[in-house]
């Protein structure tokens, strides 16, 4: 069992940056695929970032490519989505999800353990 921990949410100014971090406890996050997703309110969950076991390989969301760097440090059990030049549409609850395997990595059903969520408000 895989328990993940959102942390770094929090109110900003339109233009400025927020680090979300997720941290794994339970077991090691090194051999799973880490993906951030994104809830707004009455909107379906959103694709994000992710990234692969051992970090060779990322995918950014259109939306927010450019703006967002997703890494990890598997020492510290946890991936961190350093987000900048933040809009209001980034407004949303930010959720963690990690799975063995890369395949099918946009679809949200197929990650077998979520945190639950850390809330990013982006102010005009």
């Known amino acids: 069992q895989v328990h993940l921990l959102e942390t770094g949410g929090g109110l900003v100014q339109a233009g400025g940056s927020l680090r979300l971090s997720c941290t794994a406890s339970g077991r090691t996050l090194r051999n799973y695929v880490v993906a951030w997703f994104r809830q707004a309110p009455g909107k379906d969950y959103e694709f994000v970032a992710v990234i692969s076991r051992g970090g060779g390989v990322k995918e950014y969301d259109s939306s927010v490519k450019g703006r967002s760097t997703i890494s990890r440090d598997d020492d510290k059990n946890t991936v961190v989505l350093q987000m900048s030049s933040l809009k209001p549409e980034d407004t949303a609850i930010y959720y963690c999800?990690?799975?063995?395997?890369?395949?099918?990595?946009?679809?949200?059903?197929?990650?077998?353990?979520w945190g639950q969520g850390t809330q990013v408000t982006v102010s005009s």
């Open positions: 999800a990690a799975d063995e395997y890369y395949l099918d990595h946009l679809n949200k059903d197929k990650y077998e353990y």
